[in-house]
C-alpha cells in the first residue's frame, strides 16, 4: 500500500493557463474523490468517481473545471483559464466502498497559485 | 447536507485522555459518523467511523450517543503528534465528505 499520490505537489501559473492535476489513488480502491481548500477552511467537496463514472459534481466545479477517470484508475483535474480565486490546495481521496460507509484515505494535496 | 457542530478550539496535556465533542442533531437515519484530523501542510487522515455503536480502533475510540444527535471522539493518551484539526462529518452513503470548521486541537507537554 503505497498510499494516495498526487502530482505535482506545487504549481505556479499565470492567470489565464491552464492546469492539470493527476491522482493515483490506493489500487484497489474504486471510489476516488476531490476536494479544494483554502487557508484556513475545511476542505470542499468537488466531486467523485466510482470507477471510470463521476457520480456527482459540486456547484462549485465551474465549466472551466473537468475531472476524469478514464480507466477507473488515476484521475486527472483540469483547470482552464485559471483565475486568482482557484489558489488553493487541490486534494484527492480514495475509497475502497462496497456497502455502506468506509474511511477515505487523502493524498498530499497539489497546491495551485495563480499569479 | 446534515450539519455538525464543535467548539473551535481545545486545550489537553500530554499524555491524558482527549474528549472531542460533536453534535448533529439533524442526522438522518443513514448518516454515518465520520472523523479525520489534518496536520499542518497534510492532507486530511481518516481516524475512525461509526453508525450506531461505539467503535474503537488503534487510534481512537467513537462514543455515539444513544440518539445519535451526539458523538465523542476519545484520544486515550494525547501525544504532541496528535495537535491538529479534527473534523467531524456526517457522511451519506455517497461517501462525499462535507468538513466544517473543526476542532484544533493543542496538546501542552
Known amino acids: 500500500d503505497t498510499g494516495v499520490s498526487q502530482d505535482p505537489r506545487h504549481k505556479i501559473t499565470k492567470r489565464g493557463q491552464n492546469v492539470t492535476f493527476r491522482c493515483d489513488p490506493i489500487s484497489e480502491h474504486n471510489r476516488l474523490y476531490w476536494y479544494r481548500q483554502t487557508l484556513g477552511q475545511g476542505p470542499e467537496f468537488l466531486t467523485y468517481?466510482?470507477?471510470?463514472?463521476?457520480?456527482?459534481k459540486s456547484r462549485l466545479l465551474s465549466d472551466r473545471f473537468s475531472a476524469e477517470r478514464p480507466k477507473g484508475s488515476f484521475s486527472t483535474l483540469e483547470i482552464q483559464r485559471t483565475e486568482q480565486g482557484d489558489s488553493a490546495m487541490y486534494l484527492c481521496?480514495?475509497?475502497?466502498?462496497?456497502?455502506?460507509?468506509?474511511?477515505?484515505?487523502f493524498g498530499p494535496g497539489t497546491r495551485l497559485t495563480v499569479t | 447536507d446534515a450539519k455538525t457542530t464543535q467548539p473551535n478550539s481545545m486545550e489537553s496535556n500530554e499524555e491524558e485522555p482527549v474528549h472531542l465533542p460533536c453534535n448533529h442533531s439533524?442526522?438522518?437515519?443513514?448518516?454515518?459518523i465520520h472523523w479525520y484530523r489534518q496536520l499542518p501542510s497534510q492532507g486530511p487522515e481518516y481516524v475512525i467511523h461509526?453508525?450506531?455503536s461505539n467503535v474503537n480502533n488503534r487510534m481512537a475510540s467513537l462514543a455515539i450517543a444513544e440518539d445519535r444527535k451526539s458523538s465523542t471522539l476519545i484520544l486515550h493518551r494525547a501525544t504532541l503528534r496528535d495537535a491538529a484539526v479534527y473534523y467531524c462529518i456526517l457522511a451519506s452513503n455517497t461517501g462525499k465528505l462535507i468538513f466544517g470548521q473543526g476542532t484544533t486541537l493543542q496538546v501542552k507537554p
Open positions: 461509526g453508525l450506531t
Open positions: 481521496a480514495s475509497s475502497l466502498w462496497d456497502r455502506g460507509s468506509v474511511g477515505q484515505y
Open positions: 468517481f466510482q470507477n471510470e463514472a463521476q457520480l456527482e
Open positions: 439533524t442526522i438522518s437515519g443513514t448518516d454515518y
